[in-house]
């Protein structure tokens, strides 16, 4: 199947999936549905050395088919109780790509609540562990709907840390923090040497004005490319060996 009849989905899985190049032997923590099928398409194809889980207890060397438990198919690895990821964290030795339900210009993010956190218009998950991802390891965020709901000018609650409050921090406790890029449903963000979002791709079909405008600051889309497609061999794999029921579209809706 040609790669020009790639669904937007699956141009988002893959510029998530590059997102894991480089990242060497590391556990993949990976929240929705487009970064758990990246991660598996990375391991199976450019980063094989990337330790991936069952979203249980199981480390896999074979994953099973998203929305598959170990026992229906894979190849298990190791055991990894809740305790042993506090210590892999803890030690850096650890990837995330997180869900975001607020981000602002640096990279402050938001998966706490929504309006003043006193009393806030809607309770979401709580801070999580966003705050030791960003403190200890690189971390990404997807975000399956880019908008200005999202894209903010200050979050109402920092869960994940930005570059601003990281910077100004005194100490060695945030010498570790590391933000990658922002995959969205539009583009990949990543940041300037101020610590600024700004647009690295714009995925095919997007422009720079839709971008602009579903963001709620102004956002520098001047050096942005176009995210690249996937190639024939990761389109077969997302298609009938990672994701063969489809679930990645039900989270890209575009």
Known sequence: MSTLEAT??????????????GSGEVLAHAVGIVPSISARLAKLTFEPDLVLTDGECFLMSEPPPLGRSASAGGTIESWAPFRLIFDILATGRRHSMMGASQVDRYGNQNISSIGDWRKPRRQLIGVRGAPGNTVNHRTDYWVSNHSARVFVESVDVVSGVGNDRARAHEGSALRFHDLGVVVTDLAVL????????????LHPG??????????GFAI??????TTRLPTAEELELIRTVIDPRGLRDKEVRR
């Open 8 to 21: 937007r989905a699956e141009v988002c899985v893959v510029a998530c999936a590059d997102a894991w190049r």
């Open 190 to 201: 990543d940041y300037d040497e101020a610590g600024l979002l700004k647009v690295r791709s």
């Open 206 to 215: 997007v422009t720079a004005e839709e971008v602009a405008e579903q963001t």
């Open 220 to 225: 520098d889309t001047s050096s942005a490319g």
